[in-house]
């Protein structure tokens, strides 16, 4: 499914279907649960165990909590301004 599914797509259309923008989805609970889960990732790192949920999982080869901390060079600078910038996911 395209995100957002336009304005005449049937599921939208639908009598039967609440349409809400990502917000609608804000509740205290679900608030909770994800900073529950992004406490239990973070907890995770001075273990030396890679987070479950880890976006790019090959940066856990070169993660250290010593050291210099690795700089992109100007191809990867270069590359990274040519994509869309950061986001979130929940």
Same mark, same amino acid.
């Given at each position: 499914?395209?995100? *957002?599914?336009? *304005?005449?797509?049937?599921?939208?259309? @639908?009598?039967?279907?609440?349409? $809400?923008?990502?917000?609608?989805?804000?509740?205290?609970?679900?608030?909770?649960?994800?900073?529950?889960?992004?406490? +239990?990732?973070?907890?995770?790192?001075?273990?030396?165990? $890679?987070? /479950?949920?880890?976006?790019?999982? /090959?940066?856990?080869? *070169?993660? @250290?909590?010593?050291?210099?901390?690795? +700089?992109?060079?100007? +191809?990867?600078?270069?590359?990274?301004?040519?994509?869309?910038?950061? $986001?979130? $996911? @929940?």
């Amino acid at each position: 499914m395209r995100e *957002a599914p336009a *304005a005449d797509d049937p599921l939208v259309a @639908s009598a039967r279907v609440i349409v $809400t923008p990502h917000l609608g989805g804000n509740t205290v609970e679900v608030g909770t649960h994800q900073g529950i889960i992004a406490t +239990e990732q973070l907890a995770q790192l001075p273990r030396g165990e $890679t987070p /479950e949920f880890i976006l790019n999982r /090959e940066v856990m080869t *070169a993660f @250290s909590w010593t050291g210099p901390r690795p +700089e992109p060079g100007a +191809e990867e600078l270069a590359r990274i301004a040519q994509g869309p910038g950061p $986001t979130m $996911t @929940s």
